[in-house]
């Protein structure tokens, strides 16, 4: 009876096995499936999937592999993309040496999109071109459609719109026989989006709706693409009406999926078609929700590229500590065949030492390579360290430039709240000042966002030739209700002729406001703030004069010391500030080839002199 209950236990647990492995197979199907529907169902099932996998597969690697890449892809959809690459770089070290090739190169593929997150275009493709030698190994129709898709973005976004053309309907056509497959309706999105970029509204429009009206199984996250772009040609077209409808349905279906970048590329059009058909409530609505998605998007990109970074000094450290001890097991194994040698016959001494001579050069040599290696790592540290010093400049510089003008607007708020404007006449007027006050601040926060998403990689100064005059002008005009409101004014007398710099446009918008705020801050009421232009040999020289509270000499003194940034002194009006303005305009005036001088006496007023390089033109 014991001999016939252990054979029916040996037949029946293989068994038991196959069903857990069928269970297995089917909860990452469906976590696959789910993914661009509901991702919180998706991390369900694939959490169901790893408990099996824990507890009746704990020592088979390439269910782990599995694991790792469905983790990779979510990851990847919620837009983390940092957990994402841990996830594909651990799938590409666990089935590296296994039999699984499929899966193997479905790590490779996750790993090309990391790149294509971080816009190392290049990079993406070089591996993506590696994962299509691959499925052509394994004449995987499937996967070399994903291969072609994402070698199509990553073609389209360095502009090669002709060769992304070609990858997208490549990789359509491996697809022909799965019209069921979502890659395709994703497929048919980018050929639209590239139409877009290529200026064909009618070509591209035709292709989102043979998504919206051929494929309706089309996942939340295709719909939203879809819309959003249907959004942008209707923007292009000036029918607003369309593209607010459009854009609603593109945001509501980006929510569903918790999509970030699309949440964020949906409320952006809202925001544009609502101000250009003239519903201002609404478009600023739409546009502080699209800030909130932009700072978000733009602190989770940036770190991303950090910890991208930080994970390529860990993969170099591991390198480093593989290669130390390889080489210590090859000298342990040479110095043993060595002795080896010297026991069994003196005779071979001369044969040993020329031996030992070749080891020490190739200890040498590895000691070489190990200290490039180190050099390297010391170099990653240096640019992580970079990294965040420009991200804090940049954060610096964003919330300095932005606080003048929503004070401005604050105040005007604050004063129409307890009833300061009475007339109707009045309050039109208030209501118009704000009106130009705001738009006034989202042109500068759309140029400040502009310019410092160009500089994420480090400030970057680029001269151009630049009209002082307008540029003056702007600024005047941007700083005419701080000035109103302590009764001062300006005066500047420009020149009948257009005058030309050598300057970075940006900068020298900071370095304009902050002199000008400066002259307001310390102005005494009723007072006047001179702008003047002249010519010089080589340069153009730029003055601002105020008639305010003036600098002592000893806090010229500590202006005048370029490492120190100085404590702020309260305005006439008590106005705060951060001691950044002047910082930032004598570092943005010597980036700019220019010099800086302040004159100024206590209760005589002040004068900033900046001398900028003079263009061919002046």
């Keep these: 009876m014991r001999f016939v209950l252990v054979w029916i236990f040996v037949l029946i647990t293989p068994l038991a096995l196959f069903a857990q492995r069928d269970t297995f197979d089917s909860l990452l199907d469906r976590s696959i499936t789910a993914r661009y529907i509901r991702l919180d169902s998706a991390w369900y099932f694939l959490n169901q999937a790893e408990k099996i996998r824990n507890e009746y597969f704990p020592k088979d690697p390439i269910l782990l592999g599995k694991l790792e890449n469905q983790s990779g892809t979510l990851y990847y959809v919620n837009g983390d993309y940092a957990s994402s690459l841990r996830h594909f770089s651990n799938a590409i070290a666990i089935l590296k040496d296994q039999n699984s090739k499929k899966d193997y190169v479905y790590a490779l593929n996750g790993r090309a999109l990391i790149y294509l997150s971080q816009h190392e275009y290049e990079n993406s493709i070089k591996v993506l071109d590696e994962c299509i030698k691959i499925n052509q190994e394994l004449q995987d129709s499937v996967g070399l459609g994903k291969n072609y898709f994402n070698k199509g973005i990553s073609e389209s976004e360095l502009g090669n719109y002709e060769e992304a053309m070609v990858s997208l309907k490549t990789g359509l056509n491996f697809l022909s026989n799965y019209p069921d497959e979502p890659l395709v309706p994703m497929i048919i999105n980018r050929q639209a989006k590239v139409y877009f970029e290529m200026g064909d509204f009618s070509k591209s429009e035709q292709t989102y709706q043979q998504v919206l009206n051929e494929y309706p199984k089309t996942s939340n996250w295709e719909l939203t693409f879809a819309y959003a772009g249907l959004a942008e040609i209707e923007c292009e077209r000036n029918d607003y009406s369309s593209a607010i409808e459009y854009g609603k349905l593109a945001l509501n279906y980006a929510e569903r999926v918790n999509a970030l970048w699309d949440k ?51 993969d170099a450290e591991n390198e480093v500590l593989k290669q130390e001890q390889e080489s210590a097991q090859n000298e342990l194994r040479l110095n043993r065949k060595y002795l080896i040698l010297l026991l069994i016959a003196l005779a071979v001494t001369i044969s040993g030492l020329i031996l030992y001579s070749r080891l020490l050069v190739k200890k040498n040599k590895f000691a070489e390579q190990l200290k490039v290696k180190q050099e390297e790592i010391e170099a990653k540290n240096e640019k992580l360290t ?19 003008p929503v004070t401005s607007i604050k105040q005007l708020l604050e004063l129409s709240k307890a009833g300061f ?27 400040l966002l502009d310019w410092s998403h160009a500089q994420l990689d480090g400030i970057i100064t680029k001269p151009i030739e630049v009209n002082l005059v307008e540029t003056i002008q702007k600024q005047l005009n941007h700083l005419s209700y701080q000035a109103m409101a302590k009764s001062l004014s300006f005066k500047f007398d420009p020149p009948t002729s257009p005058v030309f710099a050598m300057a970075d446009p940006q900068q020298l918008k900071i370095i304009l406001q902050n002199c000008l705020q400066n002259a307001i801050k310390f102005s005494k009421p009723e007072g006047q703030i001179s702008i003047q232009l002249s010519e010089e040999k080589n340069n153009i020289l730029l003055s601002v004069k105020d008639q305010g509270v003036g600098i002592s000499p000893e806090k010229l003194d500590e202006i005048n010391n370029k490492m120190v940034r100085v404590q702020s002194s309260p305005g006439t009006h008590k106005e705060k500030g951060t001691g950044l303005g002047l910082l930032l305009v004598r570092e943005f005036i010597e ?4 010099s800086l001088e302040i004159k100024s006496e206590l209760d005589e007023g002040t004068e900033i002199l900046i001398r900028l390089p003079k263009s061919k033109t002046t």
């Design 264 to 314: 964020e590329r949906a409320s952006a059009i809202l925001s544009t078609a609502y101000e250009k058909a003239g519903a201002y409530q609404q478009a600023l609505e739409f546009s502080r929700i699209n800030k909130s998605y932009s700072d978000s998007l733009y602190n989770q990109n940036k770190n991303s590229e950090i910890s991208f970074l930080q994970l390529q000094l860990s």
């Design 386 to 404: 970079s990294i965040n010093e420009e991200k804090n400049k940049l954060f610096s510089i964003l919330s300095h430039d932005l606080k003048g």
């Design 421 to 447: 404007f009475k007339g109707e006449e009045e309050r039109k007027s208030v209501q118009d000042l704000l009106t130009n006050q705001v738009n006034q601040t989202h042109q500068l926060l759309e140029e």
């Design 591 to 594: 980036k700019n080839e220019g």
